[in-house]
């Protein structure tokens, strides 16, 4: 599968650290709080929570049509404003 995120961790990294912290649990902000990236975790992949879930890998499956509730029960350790957050991530990540 293609690294959707791979040429967007750089710009991932300034956006989340310029990204205000106020707002409700569903705002952008908040939603982008839950995805971190650290040279430690899965070499820097922006992951879900610091957990090794990559945000690559929860993206793919919601942009190959795999609905909701079946990568929550595939990954139970996630709730559904991480499902949220990934999205979000990806339009920061392409500017929109």
């Keep these: 599968m293609a690294n959707f995120l791979a040429p967007y961790c750089s710009p991932l990294r300034t956006a989340l650290a310029r990204t205000p ?14 995805i971190t990236v650290d040279d430690r975790v899965c070499k820097g992949k922006p992951v879900i929570r610091g957990m090794r879930i990559t945000a690559q890998t929860v993206l793919e499956f919601l942009m190959a049509g795999t609905p909701e ?9 996630l709730e559904r404003e991480d499902l949220r957050s990934v999205q ?9």
């Design 69 to 77: 509730e079946e990568v929550l029960k595939q990954y139970p350790m």
């Design 21 to 34: 912290t106020s707002g409700s649990m569903t705002s952008k902000p908040e939603l982008l709080k839950r």
């Design 88 to 96: 979000a991530v990806r339009v920061v990540a392409h500017g929109q």
